[in-house]
């Protein structure tokens, strides 16, 4: 059974910084692809970052220069380093897993539960 768990949300003041977390447990997790997503109130769920098994690293054109995307396949974890955090970086925050391509929702096979990101001006 396929398991995904995120921590490390939470709130924080615009230009700060937080470390989002993903345990994955249940897959091969080196040979997998892993992303993160959000999704804000009344939005859709959006490409946030994604960081392919071989450590290609991809990230969305609002997060580029901000957002880091990292991996470490000794422990089964995925990161998302957020600096220089706005308020519409407000979302909850979905780690993902795809044995597929990265850049889409409907690529991916398996979500966590999300963790809530409030950015305050």
């Known amino acids: 059974q396929v398991q995904l768990v995120e921590s490390g949300g939470g709130l924080v003041q615009a230009g700060g910084s937080l470390r989002l977390s993903c345990a994955a447990s249940?897959?091969?997790?080196?040979?997998?692809?892993m992303g993160w997503f959000r999704q804000a109130p009344g939005k859709e769920r959006e490409f946030v970052a994604a960081i392919s098994w071989g450590d290609s690293a991809f990230a969305a054109d609002s997060v580029k220069g901000r957002f880091t995307i990292s991996r470490d396949n000794a422990k089964n974890m995925v990161y998302l380093q957020m600096n220089s955090l706005k308020p519409e970086d407000t979302a909850v925050y979905y780690c993902a897993a795809s044995v597929g391509g990265v850049l889409e929702v409907n690529e991916y096979d398996y979500w966590g539960q999300g963790t809530q990101v409030t950015v305050s001006s």
């Open positions: 249940g897959l091969t997790f080196s040979n997998t692809n």
